[in-house]
């Protein structure tokens, strides 16, 4: 059974960068068509960040484009680079792993927080 690992969210101030990796571990049965970043406030529905398919070709959230650029260091692996952050980026990230066959594949999510 694969599994999915966030790392690098933290605290920072509006106007600073972070970096999230997302790295995928065990067997994966079937093809990845892609993978990629969600985030979720508090009270709030998870919304689209920033996808990447095997092409490499990259889909981004209207509110994060320009700002973020998520690339794929290779098959079991995603990073997510975050710039200009704003206090509405607040909130838990979640890496997504999208594969030809079974369910979507979830991280367990990893706190981004932007002061003001």
């Known amino acids: 059974q694969a599994q999915l690992r966030e790392s690098g969210g933290g605290l920072v101030q509006a106007g600073g960068s972070l970096r999230l990796s997302c790295i995928s571990s065990g067997t994966i049965s079937s093809a990845i068509n892609a993978m990629g970043w969600y985030r979720q406030a508090p009270g709030q529905q998870r919304e689209l960040v920033a996808l990447?398919?095997?092409?490499?070709?990259a889909n981004y959230g209207d509110s994060v484009k320009g700002r973020f650029t998520i690339f794929r260091d290779n098959t079991k692996k995603v990073s997510l680079q975050m710039s200009s952050l704003k206090p509405e980026d607040t909130a838990v990230y979640y890496c997504?792993?999208?594969?030809?066959?079974?369910?979507?594949?979830w991280g367990q999510g990893t706190q981004v927080t932007v002061s003001s």
């Open positions: 997504l792993l999208q594969r030809a066959t079974g369910p979507d594949l």
């Open positions: 990447i398919g095997r092409d490499r070709t």
